[in-house]
Structures are given as structure tokens and as C-alpha cells.
């Protein structure tokens, strides 16, 4: 009788190598070799047998432990040799050549979680800052009341499916082992629908909309998401609804912007407000308030109202409005203004050139 070959040897791997390297050696040995593949060649065929054992003992904690400490004559004693059964042949099989073969290791009816929907919602600019209760209408799939999600007719119990006995399954025979199908006769359910519900065309479930009344928080923004838990499309077979996510867009406003949780606002004033100072009305997003404007105020100045800006998700705590004043210069001017500017600009050093006296004779005057 042939000496047996080293396990680790015949998978090309140290004796060291962990899971991932095991299952990816005999991987490409096993698609190397396959029957399949290889139809008539019986050394590829043993070759095949051959690493699937050996990977069949490296995989199981025990078997490799034991083979470590004794090799093979840990698995000689009672004699039979080995076989493709048990725990661990059919599901590692199942496991590597699943999407190869068309395997399939569930059975019955199989829940699927209702998909997740997306609302994209407009909302006013205050009711962005200060939360807002809407209502919105959603076109979503639920769950048939015709049939309770069975999808037959009154609600009657599926029938068992004659092709595979209700286990969701087709098993033949592949060479020296057994390989697992799913029924395409019932998809993989187990039963089937002989007489389906009319309302749902035996689906379970039906396009409906529903209005959904939902709490805008103080202090979203554009981008913001609001998940509603179980919202979204109806499960299947018991399954959970999915979720369905709102996801917010602020409108612009005319006076107002917004910078993280700053509001800006800006606020025209005359030259004489902003040379002499004044006290001036500034609009907020709860009313007008007071504001002082100190003497010789720049145009583009930022002046900073505490709290009046937006409140922060997280927190109590509310951003500021930063009020940016933009000086006002008059387009047109009576003639006695005209000369008090004049007198003015020359009281503080400015030379005033007149009306006839143009930008570009006076470049030609500084260049000649």
C-alpha cells in the first residue's frame, strides 16, 4: 500500500497556516482538478479527492491537532478510510463551490428584510432653525390585508412543493459526492401558491401610499438624514419592514444665511450712520432688536448678537447672528450736499477736483 502524502504538503501550505490559507490553497487545487473539469482523468480525479481530504482534517481544530501530534495514524485505527460526509465535507463544499455550482444550504420560505426607502424633503428656512411636525406622503410596498402577506387566496396555507418535498432543495449525485440545488420549481421556498391572492397577484404585498407624520429637530441643515425605523418597504415572509431615511433641504432665505450655527444677515446703512454712529432696527429670525452702530464704522463691519443663531443638534448651547453692515454711498446729490462734502473733504486734507477735471488728466498730471 502507497505511504499517504503530508496534508500540508499536498496543499502546498506551512504548517503554520491558518484558516484563510487553507481554504485558498485548496481552493485552486479543487478548481484545478475538479472532475468536472477534468472528465475521464482519474489521476485528477484522485488529486481532487486527495487535497479535499486533506483540507477536510486542517480545517477541523481537532483533526488537525490530532494529525500534528500523530499524523496519520490517528485516523488508521477502526480502519474505513476516508469519506465525503459529516459535518464537514458537505458544508466546507458548499461553502467554496457555492456560486460555481448553483449550491444552495438554506431551506423553506426565506424572510427578506423590506428595502430601505429615501424621501428628500424641502423645508423652509426658520423651520430649519426652530423644528417643524410635516406630512409627508410615501409610496411604499406593505404588507397584502387581503392575505396577510401569504400571498394566497384568503389566506390559506401554502401548499408543500411536490419537487422537492418542501425542503427547498434538489440533491443528485456529482461524481462521488452529493451536491444541493435550489428548487427552481419553488425557488428555494418549499411550497407553492396554487390559487394566489387577487389583490396581490400572490406577492404578499401592495403599492400604497401612506402619509407619515415626522418631527423636523431644531437645528438641521441641508444634508441632514432622519431615519424612520421600520418605514420603508414591507418584509417578506415575517420579515422586518425596511427603513426609510428623509433627508432634508433648507430653503434660502431672502435676509438670511447660515454658517454652521452662525446666522449672517446683512444690513445697509447711510455714510452719516456710519460716520457719526446711530442706533438701527436689524432683523432677526424672532423679531427686530436694537442695534448700535459706533462712530466711523467701516463698511463690512461684523457685529455679533448672542444667541440668535441656530441651535446645535447635540447640545442646548445656540450659535450667534453676525450682523455685516455695508455702507451705503448716495448715487445722486443735491447740489447743497454737493458742497458739503466738498467743504467737508477739504476741512480733513483731501483735495476735491472738479467736475471737469477727469481720472485722466489726473495721469497726466503724475506721469506727464
Known sequence: MAQKRDYY??????????????????????????PDRNPGDHAAEERFKEASEAYQILSDPERRAQYDRF?????????????????????????????????????????????????????????????????????????CDTCNGKGTKGGASRDTCAACR????????????????????????????????RTCSGNGVTQRTQALSIKIPPGVDTGARLKLREEGEAGRNGAPSGDLYVVINVE????F???ENDIICEVPISFPQAALGAEIDVPTLEGKVKMKIPHGTQSGGV????????????????????VRVIVEIPRKLTGRQ?????????????????LSKGFFDKVKEMFG
Do not use: W
Not at 303 to 322: C, E, I, N, T, V
Open 303 to 322: 457685529f455679533r448678537l448672542k444667541g440668535k443663531g441656530a441651535p446645535d443638534l447635540r447640545s442646548a448651547h445656540r450659535g450667534d447672528q453676525l
Open 71 to 143: 499524523g496519520h495514524a490517528a485516523f488508521q485505527q477502526g480502519g474505513g478510510g476516508f469519506e465525503f460526509s459529516g459535518a464537514g465535507f458537505e458544508d466546507i463544499f458548499s461553502d467554496i463551490f457555492g456560486d460555481f455550482f448553483g449550491t444552495a444550504r438554506g431551506r423553506g420560505r426565506r424572510a427578506r428584510r423590506g428595502e430601505d426607502l429615501r424621501y428628500d424633503l424641502d423645508i423652509k428656512f426658520e423651520e430649519a432653525i426652530f423644528g417643524a411636525e410635516k406630512t409627508i406622503n410615501v409610496p411604499r410596498l406593505v404588507t
Open 252 to 255: 434660502e432665505h431672502p435676509l
Open 9 to 34: 504538503e499536498i496543499l502546498g501550505v506551512s504548517r503554520s497556516a491558518g484558516d484563510e490559507d487553507l481554504k485558498r490553497a485548496y481552493r485552486k487545487l479543487a478548481m484545478q482538478h475538479h
Open 338 to 354: 454737493r458742497e458739503l462734502l466738498e467743504e467737508f473733504a477739504r476741512n480733513g486734507g483731501e483735495e476735491v477736483s472738479p
Open 166 to 197: 418542501g425542503t427547498g432543495q434538489m440533491r443528485f449525485q456529482q461524481g462521488f459526492f452529493t451536491i444541493a440545488k435550489t428548487c427552481g420549481h419553488c425557488n428555494g421556498q418549499g411550497t407553492v401558491i396554487k390559487d394566489p391572492c
Open 257 to 259: 444665511a447660515r454658517q
